[in-house]
């Protein structure tokens, strides 16, 4: 239960008492700030609590939106400013100052040098915002929009304020914000129209966001068995439950910033699902397949890469760029110029297939076709978008004149995933030139792809990897800083997953592609754990757990060596081997970090759905 702490004189006719308890908030008067000082010290420190001027007047939304996010320690809206525990000694301090100031002198305070207040009303809430904005702290004020939260001065201001509430529905703009505000054109048009509905249905019944994701994924689960099945029926149906599965991952969003449910489990498996839910689904239209007698594990797995290398790309252009000093460039220019005619808007957010469209093609194309013109397609359709939108933002970064900070060079650093070898090579290197690292990584992992792609499973390859692992430790032995070195985490990846693919398919021996598979779907997950962890602000996983699966640079290695020195039959099962004990070591690390009370308490928007 938190504590809403009302300050100041009832007012006749005032729902505020039962909004804040409709809020699940426990309601306390107190006439003035010292009374109010004294019932704050008495509400538990492990409760949220909330400071309200009792003359507010606002949408009961405005209210939550401000008092009950969990995301933010402190929060604010015009009259009520509220703490959570961890919090709460800042609160205390602010409070206990404007309390030894005085009402009175805390007035005279506010006033600017020409006599005008600087607040229309002397508001303790307000005042207290003020001091705590003074002391360096962190007050999040969430965008209102046509809401209504103010603090009348008089009467007819209070008339006024009431109107303007009347005159404004409350629950469809609560409806209405629970949908992302930059979404894809096939979520927006064919499914947020009516899974928004769901969530207000979910809401009222209960149900919480992580149990909605729950649904999705075993929903997907489900269409990947479908899929799995080779039967014409069994695709029809799995297209039909991809779909459905979609709806829900929709809701489960727009459920939590409905209820404003947001939990730190609830970030974790809204930031592994969708993968999970992909990747198997790729996994049974290979099953289903093999079934009918077409081998396409290659271009499963191959989806596979291209998509987890797009999103690397995006998640390191992302990091190194949204701190930058002086972040504007000619490219980024015409990119705003394009976004204010409105069909360029919805074309250019469907050609870069998002997770909407994407699911919508796949659905159809299964429901209707076989799976290899399914992966054919979305092969080619990821290809493109994935050029698109990395040669977009190569223009920019040439053309955009940033100075990128330690954070952002610490987070592609943490992106690059580079393990003991590279570490042990980079206190020997002392290459300093920024322009190297994404030549170093771009030509390595190239160079490695082709040699395994034409050597196969040979010395040479063995040798290539060697050079790679050189060239990997020269790109990371300086602060990733330069203007493409965001290249440089995406680079790694290709060259790791791509020779993994190479040297499953140039085997010959059936499974070994379902293995590496199994490989690759492990070490992703482990890359897409670090991106989350980042964006949390929680910093990356520990350097043991990196030097445990060797570093992408040791794991590229040891799987040309294992090719070299093995039968194929045994590389099958080394690949077998090697996927499920990286697979246990990040899982186990992995959920004991998300469900630890460590854990960054945010709920990620992702890509647009």
């Known amino acids: 239960m938190s504590t809403a702490i009302v300050t100041g004189q009832p007012v006749p006719g005032s729902s505020l008492e039962n909004d804040l308890r409709s809020l699940g908030f426990d309601v306390r008067v107190a006439a003035d700030a010292a009374e109010s000082e004294t019932l704050l010290a008495a509400v538990p420190a492990g409760r949220r609590v909330a400071l309200v001027d009792a003359r507010f007047v606002g949408h009961p939304h405005a209210l939550r939106l401000g008092l009950t996010d969990p995301r933010f320690p402190l929060a604010a809206v015009p009259g009520a400013v509220t703490a959570q525990p961890a919090a709460r000694q800042a609160l205390t301090r602010a409070v206990a100052r404007e309390t030894s100031a005085g009402d009175a002198a805390a007035a005279d305070g506010a006033r600017e040098a020409g006599g005008a207040p600087a607040v229309a009303v002397d508001s303790l809430a307000d005042r207290v915002v003020t001091a705590l904005d003074a002391d360096g702290e962190a007050v999040h004020r969430p965008e209102l929009g046509s809401l209504v939260a103010v603090v009348p001065a008089d009467p007819q201001a209070r008339n006024e304020a009431r109107q303007a509430v009347a005159a404004v529905d409350d629950e469809a703009i609560r409806l209405k914000s629970a949908v992302k505000s930059r979404d894809g054109f096939f979520t927006t048009y064919f499914i947020s129209p009516y899974s928004r509905y769901i969530a207000r249905w979910c809401a009222r019944r209960g149900l919480t966001p992580n149990q909605v994701t729950t649904a999705s994924l075993l929903t997907a689960l489900i269409a990947a068995g479908c899929a799995a099945t080779g039967t014409r029926g069994g695709f029809v149906a799995a297209g039909v439950l991809l779909i459905a599965s979609f709806v829900l991952d929709c809701t489960d969003g727009q459920l939590a910033r409905y209820a404003l449910k947001y939990s730190t489990l609830g970030a974790w498996l809204d930031a592994t699902f969708d993968r999970a839910k992909e990747y198997a689904y790729y996994a049974g239209l290979a099953l289903g397949a093999a079934r009918g007698g077409d081998d396409v594990w290659a271009l499963a797995l191959g989806a596979m890469i291209l998509q987890t290398c797009r999103h690397v790309v995006d998640f390191s252009f992302n990091e190194a760029n949204h701190d930058a000093t002086a972040n504007t460039s000619p490219t980024a220019t015409l990119s705003d110029k394009l976004d204010s005619v409105g069909w360029t808007v919805w074309l250019r957010r469907m050609i870069v297939l998002p997770i909407g469209e994407r699911w919508a093609l796949i659905a159809v194309l299964t429901a209707a076709t076989t799976p290899r013109i399914t992966f054919t397609v979305l092969l080619i359709g990821c290809a493109f978008a994935a050029t698109y939108t990395t040669a977009g933002r190569v223009l920019r970064s040439l053309t955009r004149k940033a100075r990128r900070t330690d954070r952002a060079a610490q987070a592609l650093a ?177 959920i004991r970090f998300w469900v630890s009370a460590g854990a960054p308490a945010v709920h990620d928007e992702g890509e647009p759905a």
């Open 414 to 590: 943490d992106l690059a995933d580079s393990g003991p070898l590279a570490e042990l090579l980079g206190r020997g290197l002392r290459v300093k030139a920024h322009a190297l690292a994404p030549l170093s990584a771009g030509f390595g992992g190239a160079l490695l792809v082709v040699v395994a792609g034409v050597w196969g499973a040979s010395w040479q390859t063995v040798a290539a990897a060697g050079l790679y692992v050189v060239l990997a430790a020269e790109a990371v032995d300086h602060p990733l800083k330069g203007a493409l070195d965001w290249l440089v985490p995406p680079f790694f990846r290709a060259a790791e997953y791509g020779t993994v693919l190479i040297l499953a398919a140039e085997s010959g021996v059936n499974g070994t592609l379902p293995a590496a598979f199994g490989l690759v779907a492990a070490v992703a997950y482990h890359h897409y754990d670090t991106v989350y962890r980042i964006r949390g602000n929680a910093g990356a996983p520990p350097a043991w757990l990196v030097r445990a699966i060797g570093g992408h640079e040791g794991r590229t290695l040891l799987v040309t060596v294992l090719a070299v020195l093995l039968t194929a039959a045994q590389f099958k099962v080394a690949l077998t081997v090697l996927a499920v004990a990286v697979a246990l070591v990040v899982l186990v690390e992995s």
